[in-house]
């Protein structure tokens, strides 16, 4: 059975960053991020391939966020700069098994219990 466990989140201040991991048990699969804000649906952030070599991020995030994986620790970043209150959500890891390029929580196997990221102004 696959694990996926957040750390890494807190309350920042809005220009801050913070750096989100998730640890993982098994093989090296797809990773994505995703968000969940009070009262809203379940967004994504973005993904990374297996081989880490390509990412993706939503338009709300790029250029400020960067993931990246240590295979050898078994795990998957998000590095969160520049950080926003809008960006204030329960941050979610999770796995996919198939293909690289989902943007879609439906897509995805395997999922973290979520970590809080709150941002004051």
């Known amino acids: 059975q696959v694990q996926l466990v957040e750390s890494g989140g807190g309350l920042v201040q809005a220009g801050g960053s913070l750096r989100l991991s998730c640890a993982t048990s098994g093989r090296t699969y797809t990773m994505g991020w995703f968000r969940q804000a009070p009262g809203k649906e379940r967004e994504y952030v973005g993904t990374?391939?297996?081989?880490?070599?390509?990412?993706d991020y939503a338009d709300s995030v790029k250029g400020r966020f960067t993931i990246s994986r240590d295979d050898a620790k078994n795990t998957v970043n998000l590095q969160m700069n520049s950080l926003k209150p809008e960006d204030t959500a329960v941050y979610y890891c999770?796995?996919?098994?198939?293909?690289?390029?989902?943007?879609?929580?439906?897509?995805?196997?395997?999922w973290g219990q979520g970590i809080q990221v709150t941002v004051s102004s």
């Open positions: 990374v391939s297996r081989s880490g070599e390509f990412t």
């Open positions: 999770a796995l996919r098994t198939t293909t690289f390029g989902s943007k879609s929580a439906r897509d995805y196997n395997y």
